[in-house]
């Protein structure tokens, strides 16, 4: 069971969803996406408030792409007599399968910000043994 709802599409989309069992089926899917990268997502959700509503938001939006478009049309003409209409999707919002962007990926993995005055410093095994390149050791 997904942490958003139909009725949460149906606010974002601005229409009733037509196909309940399909629209569930899809929030479904794309939270099994989440968790495949994220992990346990009940007890983060059960931990952080904020997390729960940024979740079910990643969920229900990504979801209404694939309602919005779900051919994945990118342009398409509609021609009647000598008049037509030419209408183009965002190339963002075209590509019409299920997925979450990379700007909801960061909104769920926040990172945290760097202390101040500090770089990590990486240390490579065998790096002082290492053969001279051009620009210096690998």
Do not use: C
Request: no cysteine.
């Amino acid at each position: 069971m997904s942490f958003a709802t139909v009725s949460d599409v149906q606010v974002r989309l601005g229409r009733p969803v037509t196909d309940v069992e399909q629209a569930q089926t899809l929030l479904d899917d794309v939270e099994t996406i989440i968790r495949a990268r994220l992990g346990d997502l009940d007890a983060r959700a059960a931990a952080d408030e904020g997390f729960a509503g940024t979740l079910l938001m990643v969920e229900a939006n990504a979801v209404v792409r694939v309602l919005r478009n779900p051919e994945g049309l990118r342009t398409w003409t509609v021609a009647v007599d000598d008049g037509s209409v030419t209408k183009t999707r965002d190339q963002a919002t075209s590509a019409g399968g299920l997925h979450v962007t990379d700007d909801e990926w960061d909104l769920l993995t926040p990172r945290e910000p760097p202390a101040a005055f500090s770089s990590p410093i990486r240390y490579v095994p065998g790096w002082a043994h290492a053969p001279l390149t051009r620009w210096g050791r690998p």
